[in-house]
């Protein structure tokens, strides 16, 4: 059996669920534990100029966050920040911190690599 993640079943189904992890991650009893791992990523489409905001999951260790994005060929925001990479915003501690990411195809998956912006 073949699944195909670009129908438009699975696009509404992970739409809803992301919505559902996002109004978890604001609230006062889920949200904390949440927020340590999931963050609304903020960025600029580089060929449309339009601003677009998307859950994500991450790692950080100081000034740097890691997002590792799974079934890139199924995704296309990740695209923004290939060559040189791109300016995003991310919500952090509560506010939102800008840095500059750059992603890399990495085995079957891609990774981004943001440096976080001084305060």
């Known amino acids: 059996m073949t699944l195909n993640y670009r129908g ?3 696009k ?3 739409g ?5 992890l996002t109004a978890l991650r604001s609230s006062a009893r889920w949200g904390p534990m949440l927020r340590r ?8 489409g580089r060929r449309s100029g339009r601003t677009f905001s998307t859950l994500i999951g991450y790692r950080r260790q100081g000034d740097i966050v890691t997002i590792t994005v799974r079934m890139p060929d199924a995704k296309t925001w990740w695209r923004n920040f290939t060559g040189a990479g791109g300016p995003l915003s991310l919500d952090l501690d509560g ?3 800008t840095g500059h990411a750059v992603a890399r195809r990495e085995k079957g998956h891609v990774i981004i690599t943001v440096r976080l912006d001084r305060r």
Request: aromatic share 10%; proline share 9%.
């Open 12 to 14: 509404r189904a992970i």
């Open 8 to 10: 438009p079943l699975p």
């Open 37 to 44: 791992h999931l963050t609304i990523v903020t960025y600029t």
């Open 95 to 97: 506010a939102a911190r």
């Open 16 to 20: 809803r669920v992301n919505a559902w």
